[in-house]
């Protein structure tokens, strides 16, 4: 960041990346890294920017010709058919540029979080995004997601590395069983509604709790966050069927 500064590197072609240890639950730190992104949606794809388009950045575009002979050398790279300032997994930006869902890829617990259009993944996070064919909030999945039941049975059902670390990529997080709602049921509509109102406060606790300038102010927002929390939790056992017994292994599996 400073360095982009320092160059006066043009803000309309970098793109704050976030890296999986930025990513918290419920929360991101700052990007602590730009990147220069060389792409433009057009027509419905993500395709490079030309030479000429890049002179409308003539500072970045200057940074990247200064350093082409590092980026020179790749051979799998130069047998491609992409221009030498390309990158090699640009990924989609219908994907990236929009309202999304992002988890680190190696974590000891889950840490999903939301990050808005203008926040970009680096390759050590995962992103969800939501077809439009979904009526579910993301808020509502992400609630899911960052529940006591929903890590439970990710820890119960993935294999952990060293030192108890999962991993959360797509070849895992599909199998995930997301509730449906059904929106024909008035009773299954409130529970989706209510699990949204609280997933909203609890980033919005977030967010005042990074901004607090005494530890009682951090201590007042770090209750609330947990009484959050347990609600959460009992409308996603309510929204699952859960009984007693099964709250009960559940709660005491997570803290074994």
Request: one cysteine or more.
């Amino acid at each position: 960041r400073e360095e982009a500064e320092f160059l006066a590197l043009e803000e309309d072609v970098l793109r704050p990346c976030l890296r999986g240890r930025e990513i918290r639950r419920y929360w991101t730190g700052s990007a602590g890294e730009l990147v220069i992104y060389p792409y433009v949606l057009a027509g419905g794809r993500t395709t490079p920017l030309t030479a000429e388009q890049f002179e409308r950045y003539p500072n970045a575009w200057r940074y990247l010709r200064e350093r082409r002979a590092e980026l020179a050398g790749r051979e799998y790279f130069e047998k491609s058919s992409k221009l030498w300032y390309e990158l090699w997994c640009q990924r989609d930006l219908r994907v990236l540029a929009t309202h999304k869902i992002v988890v680190p890829e190696l974590s000891d617990s889950n840490r999903f979080a939301v990050a808005g259009e203008t926040q970009f993944y680096g390759d050590t996070a995962c992103g969800i995004t939501m077809l439009p064919t979904v009526r579910e909030s993301l808020e509502y999945l992400l609630g899911l997601l960052n529940s006591t039941l929903l890590e439970f049975y990710y820890k119960k059902t993935t294999v952990p590395k060293a030192n108890q670390f999962y991993i959360y990529k797509t070849m895992f997080l599909r199998n995930v069983p997301v509730r449906s709602i059904d929106f024909s049921d008035p009773a299954d509509i409130a529970r989706h509604d209510r699990i949204v109102a609280l997933v909203e406060r609890m980033l919005e606790l977030h967010e005042r709790q990074a901004a607090a300038r005494t530890e009682a102010d951090r201590e007042l927002y770090s209750r609330q966050i947990e009484a959050t929390d347990r609600e959460i939790d009992n409308l996603v056992y309510e929204l699952y069927g859960l009984t007693e017994e099964e709250i009960a292994i559940v709660e005491g599996g997570q803290r074994t």
